[in-house]
């Protein structure tokens, strides 16, 4: 039994059907970003005056930006149904369980969001790193949003021998920013340093040293 993307239904008994329970599917990207006009329409739709959705200012006091509604978030992974890249458009159903029979089951939904999602939500990050790519991917996959809203900037910085590959410090600073919903500076004390960084394999390293002095032909003795 296979859980892929699929248009076809899938079909099955209802052991089949239970070993589904507790299966997490991959985490889909909505395909248009969350704008103020859709937040307001929507808003306008239900008939919401939560000055969140409408009042800039206040939104951006309290929380940061315009708000998206709960609701409206439940539809955003709808997929467009035709991509100017000709590319076909994804399923509608992330999750196919195979059932005995051919008649559709109205499931409820329980859904909870951790934190809003602001119109035009951006992620930048200024961090030491020799990989800004791949921190941008960790950081795409830590806050589930697509790389291009993604910005690392990488500040004048010292070498790193290896120690700077990974992108611990550039998340954890990204989720306390987020938390604070303002911009924040991250700095590991030493401890943590080695606690919790990045290591480079471990190695023995064998040094030989000698120190050799020629004296001056006034001098007497001979060199060490």
Partial sequence: MS??????????????????????????????????????????????????YWDVDFAAEVWGGLIAP??????????????????????????????PGTTFINASNEVEYFDPILEGDRLTVWTGTQRPFGVRRELADAFHLPEEQIR???????????????????????????????????????????TWAYFRPAGVIDIRSANYYKP?????GKGI
Wanted: aromatic share 8%; charged share 20%.
């Fill in 70 to 99: 709960p609701a409206l978030l439940m539809g955003w992974l709808i997929p467009t149904p035709w991509q100017p890249t000709g590319q076909p458009p994804m399923p509608s159903l992330a999750i196919r369980i195979p059932l």
């Fill in 152 to 194: 690392v900037i990488v500040p004048d910085t010292g070498a790193g021998y290896g120690g700077k590959h990974s992108g611990e410090t550039a998340v954890e600073a990204a989720r306390l920013a987020r938390a604070a919903r303002k911009p924040v500076k991250l700095v590991w004390t030493r401890e943590e340093e080695f």
């Fill in 3 to 52: 859980a892929e993307l699929s248009y076809e239904f899938v079909f099955g008994t209802y052991e089949e059907g239970l070993k589904m329970v507790g299966y997490r599917s991959e985490p889909r990207v909505a395909a248009t970003a969350v704008s103020g006009a859709r937040i307001q329409m929507f808003a306008a739709t239900i008939q919401d005056a939560n000055p969140g």
């Fill in 216 to 220: 001056h032909p006034h001098e007497r």
